[in-house]
Each structure stands twice: as C-alpha cells, then as structure tokens.
C-alpha cells in the first residue's frame, strides 16, 4: 500500500470503488436492468421513488429492510430485496 493509500484510508477517504471485488450500485443495477424489471430508467429514479437517500450498500444495509422489502416489491418484478440484489449480480457476473 503506498503512502497516499494509506493516509486516505486513515481519513476515511478511501471510496468503495477502489476496491476491484465491490461493483457500484449504478453499474449493478444499470438501466437495461431497471427498464427490464421496473418503470424505472435508472436506480436513482427507484431510489427517489422511495425517498430513499442511498449511496453505497451499506446505506442499503442500514434501510428498514421490511419498508425497502416493500418498496422493492411495489416498484419491480421482484418479491423482496435479496432477490433483487441476487438477480443483478448473477446477471453482472455472467457478463463478467
């Protein structure tokens, strides 16, 4: 790790996207994604559907999970949240 590195990880500055294992939320759940299972065009305009201020995942793991549950399945083809999150991977990895 150099210096850099490690002083940006000491201040907290160090972004999710620098780590090469974690996928972006915008590139997961990309707009062929949404447009297929929801009337929504990206996952920006599903979040604010649900006045949900999200931007990493842990922003999504620290949401109500039975209102985003319920959000999920009011808003797309999909019952829950796990499912959701389990079919964009499997898509995004089998591209991959």
């Known amino acids: 790790m150099s210096?850099?590195?490690?002083?940006?990880?000491?201040?907290?500055?160090?972004?999710v996207?620098?780590?090469p294992n974690v996928v972006s939320l915008d590139v997961l759940f990309n707009e062929?994604?949404?447009?297929?299972?929801?009337?929504?065009?990206s996952f920006e305009e599903f979040?604010?559907?649900g006045n949900f201020q999200?931007?990493?995942?842990e922003?999504?793991?620290?949401?109500?999970?039975?209102l985003f549950d319920r959000h999920v399945a009011?808003?797309?083809?999909?019952?829950?949240w796990a499912s959701m999150l389990d079919t964009?991977?499997?898509a995004h990895t089998g591209r991959a």
């Open 3 to 15: 210096f850099d590195d490690l002083l940006k990880e000491l201040q907290g500055q160090k972004s």
């Open 17 to 19: 996207e620098e780590d």
């Open 32 to 41: 062929s994604f949404m447009r297929q299972h929801s009337s929504s065009k």
């Open 47 to 49: 979040l604010e559907k």
């Open 54 to 57: 999200v931007s990493t995942r």
């Open 59 to 66: 922003d999504i793991d620290n949401l109500p999970e039975e």
């Open 74 to 80: 009011r808003e797309t083809d999909f019952p829950n």
């Open 88 to 90: 964009a991977t499997s």
